[in-house]
């Protein structure tokens, strides 16, 4: 399962301490950002687990940015 994200994402220190906290919230969860891409895209992908989108933006959020659901 993949899941797609828009975020506000700008600077790599962040996404790299984002993508940090995701991998140890979300053990089973591999995540990737996409900082090139006008909507700062965040990738979530789970070979054995349905993803959380509502627990990725609450982490998202504490930290102080945002997140959203890109549809397919």
Do not use: W
């Not at 891409?37 to 349905?50: M, N, T």
Request: glycine share 4%; net charge neutral; charged share 30%.
């Amino acid at each position: 399962m993949i899941e797609v994200f828009k975020t506000n994402v700008k600077a790599r220190r962040h996404a790299r301490l984002l993508l940090d906290r995701i991998h140890t919230n979300f053990r089973g969860y591999r995540a990737n950002f996409d900082l090139e891409d006008c909507d700062q895209i965040l990738r979530v992908e789970s070979a054995h687990e349905h993803i959380q989108p509502l627990g990725l933006i609450q982490l998202l959020r504490e930290a102080g940015f945002r997140a959203e659901v890109l549809p397919d």
